[in-house]
């Protein structure tokens, strides 16, 4: 039967779940589609909870805002949002050390040879500071400082770029009432309320046709976005697709969470940072992402290695203030879906795959499978070189992530624990390995164009991790040796300077969620290193 | 680091920009370090007009070099090349391949799916009216040129010499073998010389092919080519800003206009068209450092650089091992890791090739697309989709031109494409056309 050129119009994208997942997804849909007589449909059940993850964020996050038209205020004062510059990573290389991974990158090039060469040179030399001392978001970091970047490329104040610190859980509530504010006007977009029971597919394609709920409700559409979170339960449950499993490389399969008060300041700890924590403990780490109103807290560990008794205990112990809820025990298998998109099922979010947070990716990749859908989706319901094309692009995504976060495992020298010991001497992917002997054996990171985590990110964790090249670029010979010090000297100095000009972080964003608020937040870009690079 | 060895020697052979520019980026980039440079040249002969074209991407290499773009362009008396033309059979006017980009994006919506949409209301709408062109030549910017071969081996000789670099001239090469590879070149003077590294800029891959056998290019992929002689300064022409590729049945044709006077090069292709030239089946190197040896450009393979990415190959792989020795050190990940991504470059210039060739083909069926040529086609055809690539030699908008150059359209467009009216799509061409023509 020749089917007609309407009939093969997509006409109904159906949502099945309603977490931070489902809600991006629908408002971004909502908002790019908004000119198409295209229904946008989301189920989702208030007895069924979220996970919630992803409260520690990356800039591109600031992208996907503006593109959806969000007042960034708005938007702070909604998720009680704190600003990031980065992460700081304590205990990992060794017991006692730590660095920050920033949203920026180290220094100035000198005739196109990249900062650290100098710095490598240096520290070779007898020089002491550290690498991240010549950073200027590390610098506003550490001193709880927060300006908006500038646009002049010239300026320091240009060199880094921003994230938040959110409440996921408000997030996904600032976005149902974005849609349906933005539904106001036009009847495009429906929530239903309701359990999936029972799940319709073609015969004859094996495409799914409907979603039937508990109360009676049958939801047909064209395709079907599975945000269901950790159970899958389209891309999984009914169309079985494979999961590969990196627990290998990443052992840690168990979480749990709770949020507290922020605890009293000291003279030497702020209690709001704009940065978040992960701190390493003898299984695994523990995050700490201060927002406005409380503290997010998790310890992620390896069940091989700890009990979920141990782990409870070992979080309280750790909790800067008093907990606000209970604790929340997660299990979690790491890895992904080998095809995400299957049939016309598009598995976004945890149901597509899990990296643990430790580089604040899960709201990444949630965005990147919308973008790269919202690019790819053709204008009728044949779409099998789309469908390659998007597998194959999240592939690339979750697997260089991968290797990224391997790497903070791997990198070590810890040996006090089983777990270390494991970690320290596991195999890693070729990739990995290519890339750390590579940056050992000639300080060059091996880059690639299609990735999130650049060379900058790289250098920040192999040398915060202790990997330093004991080779460096030639032309960092050029200047005489007390002369490259005391340049360097100056420079940190410059920077700490003007990070220490710089307005106080929480004054800054407390400013910035007044409804009165006259200061204008820069443009956005999908990049970790710059605003406007 | 796993087994690193100091550099002390290396030594260069080959012929040509090859063997020039490989020596020159050495010496560069090794300065302060103890390495001694030796370089022989094998003189295999570079034809006397030979045009190079270097599209603004390409040009990297002069800037690592510390060659500065105008100085060297003046030296060279370089044209500014802003790209070429292809004239294909499937195309109903040429096709400028270059380093600008088709069009904007607006509203959110890729340039070529407004023009997807715009063809159907306006059928005779053109592609090139919409190029906005890249940098601006003059203005000290990226830009790309054209010049002579042999002016561009000249200069950088001169530069090599002036620092004392040795050419020792060598028709011949007998290479000495042993367990860890190399271990010595015996000139057919008598001369022997041996180094910690041996970089291989020939075209027959002399120093590489005593060590490790060459692979076919397996002839479904690219068809057998011969490289016809027939190199000819055509006659004064007047100069333009391009240089042409030509597209006839089982014949490629480079025509380059240079200093008001134009030249051809064709290669031909087919059992039965060879004119009293060798066929030559493509072949590459798989690890293109084994041992103690480096294969560079046309020492890794004979692919026909059909595109002004002449120089793409050793321009990378340059750019790469200079990173590699800045130590001033070798080490087992070295060889890793260059014979990998040399491995991804040639992949991806056989897509290139094996793209054009097979278009070019029309019925000769006896040519596959390659599996991400196959990908790539695939999605451009179905709704304009763009595929991801790490190791593609073209931009996306050059894959765009050669897709229209060769008569590929795509079927439908991206679902976004649809959420701009027919009135604004209209208004927003126009506007762009008009701006495109005043720039």
């Known amino acids: 039967m020749i089917e007609s050129a309407q009939s093969q119009e997509i006409r109904q994208i159906v949502i099945v779940g309603g977490g931070t997942a489902g809600w991006m997804t629908a408002a971004a849909l909502c908002k790019v589609y908004e000119n198409l007589p295209i229904k946008i449909a989301l189920v989702e059940s208030e007895q069924i909870g979220t996970v919630g993850v992803g409260e520690a964020t990356i800039p591109h996050l600031r992208y996907f805002n503006e593109r959806l038209g969000i007042n960034e205020h708005e938007f702070m004062q909604a998720t009680h949002a704190t600003y990031k510059l980065g992460i700081e990573f304590s205990n990992w290389g060794q017991i006692g050390q730590s660095y920050i991974h920033p949203f920026g990158d180290f220094g100035f090039k000198t005739d196109g040879v990249d900062f650290y060469h100098f710095w490598l040179r240096a520290k070779h030399a007898g020089y002491e500071r550290p690498l991240e001392e010549f950073s200027l978001p590390v610098h506003m970091a550490r001193l709880s400082r927060f300006s908006y970047p500038v646009r002049d490329a010239r300026a320091l104040l240009s060199t880094y770029s921003y994230a938040f610190h959110i409440d996921a859980s408000r997030y996904a509530k600032f976005l149902r009432s974005y849609c349906e504010t933005l539904n106001m006007s036009r009847a495009q977009f429906t929530r239903f309320e309701g359990k999936v029971q029972q799940v319709e597919r073609n015969p004859g394609s094996g495409d799914i046709t409907a979603v039937a709920l508990d109360n009676c409700m049958s939801i047909a559409g064209d395709i079907f976005i599975d945000c269901s979170g950790f159970r899958g339960l389209l891309i999984d449950q009914q169309l079985g697709e494979k999961f590969e499993d990196w627990s290998h490389w990443l052992p840690c399969d168990r979480a749990v969470a709770v949020p507290s008060e922020k605890g009293l300041a000291t003279s030497s700890s702020n209690t709001t940072p704009p940065y978040t924590k992960a701190i390493a403990h003898g299984c695994g780490w523990q995050w700490q992402i201060p927002l406005q109103h409380r503290m997010g807290n998790g310890l992620v560990y390896s069940s091989a290695f700890m009990s979920q008794d141990q782990a409870t205990t070992l979080l309280a112990e750790r909790l800067p203030g008093r907990p606000l809820a209970d604790f929340n025990a997660l299990t979690f298998r790491t890895g992904r879906r080998e095809h995400s998109w299957s049939h016309n099922c598009i598995a976004i979010g945890l149901s597509s795959g899990f990296l643990e947070p430790l580089e604040s990716t899960s709201i990444y990749l949630i965005q990147a499978a919308i973008m790269k859908l919202a690019d790819l989706l053709p204008q009728t319901k044949s779409y099998v070189a789309e469908r390659e094309e998007f597998n194959r692009e999240m592939a690339l995504e979750y697997d260089r992530i991968k290797d990224f976060l391997i790497l903070h495992y791997n990198a070590t020298e810890r040996e006090d624990t089983e777990f270390w010991r494991y970690c320290k001497y596991m195999s890693v992917p070729d990739s990995l390995a290519m890339r750390k002997e590579t940056f050992l054996s000639s300080a060059h990171v091996l880059g690639y164009k299609h990735g999130l985590f650049l060379d900058p990110s790289w250098v920040a964790v192999m040398v915060g991790q202790g990997m330093v090249p004991k080779t460096w670029h030639h032309k960092a010979n050029d200047m005489p040796e007390s002369e490259l010090f005391s340049h360097l000297d100056r420079f940190s100095e410059e920077m700490l300077n003007a990070a220490a000009k710089l307005p106080d972080h929480l004054g800054t964003v407390a400013r910035h969620c007044q409804s009165d608020c006259q200061d204008i937040w820069p443009q956005s870009s999908l990049s970790l290193y710059g605003v406007f690079s | ?439």
């Open chain 2, 1 to 439: 680091m796993s087994g690193a060895k100091p550099l002390r020697r290396i030594l260069v052979a080959g012929s040509g920009h090859a063997l020039t520019l490989t020596v020159v980026s050495l010496l560069r980039h090794l300065q302060g370090l103890q390495v001694q440079l030796l370089a022989i040249d094998l003189g295999e002969s570079e034809a006397e007009h030979t045009v190079v074209s270097t599209f603004a991407s390409f040009h990297q290499l002069p800037e690592a070099l510390e060659l500065p773009g105008a100085k060297l362009a003046a030296s060279l008396k370089a044209e500014p090349f802003a790209g070429c033309l292809i004239n294909h059979p499937a195309s109903d006017a040429p096709i400028c391949l270059s380093d600008g980009e088709f069009g904007v994006t607006a509203a959110r919506i890729p340039f070529h799916q407004l023009f997807h949409r715009y063809r159907h209301m306006e059928p005779t709408a053109q592609l090139d009216d919409f190029t906005v062109p890249s940098g601006n030549p003059g203005a000290g910017g990226a830009q790309g040129y054209k010049f002579l071969a042999r002016d561009f081996q000249r200069y950088l000789k001169q530069v090599a010499r002036a620092q004392d670099v040795l050419f020792i001239p060598s028709s011949s090469l007998q290479v000495i073998t042993g367990a860890q590879g190399v271990e010595s070149l015996v000139t057919e003077s008598g001369q022997s010389l041996s180094a910690d590294l041996y970089i291989d800029c020939s075209r027959s891959a002399i120093i590489m092919r005593a060590i490790q056998q060459s692979e076919q290019i397996a002839k479904e992929f690219v068809a057998p080519f011969a490289r016809l002689d027939t190199l000819e300064q055509v006659g004064p022409q007047t100069t333009d800003r391009y240089s042409y590729l030509d597209l006839q049945p089982e014949q490629l044709s480079f025509r380059a206009n240079y200093a008001d006077c134009q030249y051809r090069l064709q290669l031909r292709w087919g059992g039965s068209v060879a004119e009293g030239a060798a066929l030559t089946a493509p072949w590459f190197i798989r690890q293109a450092w084994q041992n103690n040896v480096v294969a560079m450009g046309a020492a890794v393979t004979n692919l026909p650089m059909i595109l002004p990415g002449d120089y793409y190959l050793l321009h990378k792989q340059l750019l790469l091992l200079l990173n590699l020795l800045s130590g001033g050190v070798v080490d087992s990940v070295h060889s890793w890791v260059l014979s990998q991504q040399s491995q991804q470059m040639v992949m991806g210039l056989k897509d290139v090739v094996n793209f054009v060739m097979y278009y070019q083909a029309g019925n000769d069926n006896s040519l596959v697309l390659t599996e991400a040529n196959r990908a790539r086609v695939a999605l451009f055809q179905s709704s304009g989709g763009k595929f991801v690539a790490e190791n593609t030699v073209l931009s996306d908008s050059q894959w765009l031109a050669l897709f229209y150059a060769c008569g590929i359209s795509q079927e439908r467009g991206s679902l976004v494409s649809n959420t701009i009216s027919d009135a604004d799509l209209r208004t927003l061409m126009l506007q762009l056309k008009s701006t495109v023509k005043r720039a």
